[in-house]
């Protein structure tokens, strides 16, 4: 199977086409090169096309798409950003970009897509009360966050909620612009494919980490953070109280994901469009990651700040059965094991470096 990845010499991208080859897939990379995720120019495992050229840009896609079997998408400016104004960016690239992919896939009659979502749509996770059963709480107050009141409550009764596994038919509610780009892009993923007779799998993305994560960087997540802390031989700084919990899935798992979601897309009715949380099912601390991933560089203990952005959530964990179910996936590399490795795994280069 020829398969488009977009972003391919991303993060995540690299290792899909690694897994894609491993499999016997063809590849083919489209990256734009943009100089904040890529400082120098990276090499591509053998046997992968590539090309040069941005998602947004109608002829370079409709390039890169001859011949291709399905696309899997993964181009996307991630993270929370710096402030908001870097919406203009984020929209530009997650929506207009996907936008301009799927035109050009409709065109070319390209009718199998994979693309990378985000756990980010959700806002926070499940939350049970012992009083009123399952709720969702609402944005967290500054007021209560700077007085160190981390958890949400009861919208009804104000008391204690216990945190759950959040399944993909909950209510979307995001909080942020990256979070909202990405449900948007699911929604054009499902007109297009509504459309066209295609047939598209959304990719819910929990907390991805491993080898060739960017380092120093503000669009990086947490685990990028604390690595990149270590590796300047400085203290990883846990915001809050360190006890938010969410899933940390290896990047290795991710990919094979995407690949067998891409060799099952023959099994999903034409003009569907279904959504899988991709995550390890074992929900972890943001403090536990820290402190795993200090004492297996051997640096220093993390440090628990107090801090905290407004545009995070407590709690997001997920259960990844439909996945699963599904595919016949399931993560292979344990939180201990991926840990270890990360912490002396190379990172990308920042921009600046």
């Known amino acids: 199977m020829r398969v488009l990845v977009t972003g391919g010499a991303g993060f995540i991208g690299s290792h899909i086409v690694s897994a894609l080859l491993a499999r016997g897939h063809d590849p083919v990379v489209l990256d734009a090169l943009l100089p904040a995720a890529h400082p120098v120019r990276p090499a591509l495992p053998e046997g992968a096309a590539w090309y040069e050229g941005d998602v947004r840009d109608p002829a370079a896609v409709a390039r ?71 709720v969702r709480p609402g944005p967290r107050r500054a007021g209560d966050l700077e007085a160190g009141r981390f958890e949400p409550l009861c919208p009804r009764c104000g008391k204690q909620l216990a945190p759950g596994l959040v399944g993909e038919e909950a209510a979307a509610d995001p909080r942020n612009v990256y979070a909202t780009t990405k449900l948007a892009q699911e929604h054009l993923a499902s007109s297009w494919a509504r459309m066209t007779g295609g047939r598209a799998v959304s990719l819910r993305y929990h907390n991805v980490y491993g080898p060739g994560m960017p380092r120093d960087t503000p669009y990086a997540g947490v685990a990028s953070f604390f690595r990149s802390a270590l590796a300047r031989g400085e203290a990883p700084r ?15 798992d991710v ?31 943001i403090g536990d990651m820290a402190r795993a991933l200090s004492a297996a560089h051997g640096g220093p203990a993390p440090v628990v700040t107090g801090e905290f952005r407004l545009g995070d959530v407590r709690h997001i964990t997920a259960t990844s059965r439909r996945l699963r179910a599904e595919f016949g996936w399931s993560p292979q590399v344990g939180f201990t094991a991926g840990m270890t490795e990360f912490a002396h795994a190379p990172q990308r280069r920042p921009a600046h470096a």
Do not use: W
């Not at 846990?238 to 290795?252: I, L, M, N, P, S």
């Open 238 to 252: 846990v915001f809050e109280d360190g006890r938010q919990r969410r899933d940390f899935v290896h990047v290795r």
């Open 255 to 285: 990919a094979t994901a995407n690949v067998l979601a891409l060799e099952g897309l023959g099994t999903r009715p034409a003009g569907s469009a279904r959504a899988y949380n991709c995550g390890s099912d074992t929900p972890r601390t």
């Open 64 to 134: 890169a798409l001859r011949g291709a079997d399905a696309v899997c998408h993964q181009a996307a400016m991630v993270g929370l950003g710096k402030d908001f104004a870097d919406a203009p960016a984020y929209v530009s690239c997650n929506d207009h970009g996907t936008a301009v992919l799927l035109a050009a896939m409709a065109e070319a009659g390209v009718r199998g897509l994979v693309q990378a979502g985000s756990m980010v749509i959700y806002g926070e996770g499940r939350y049970d009360c012992a009083e009123h059963g399952p």
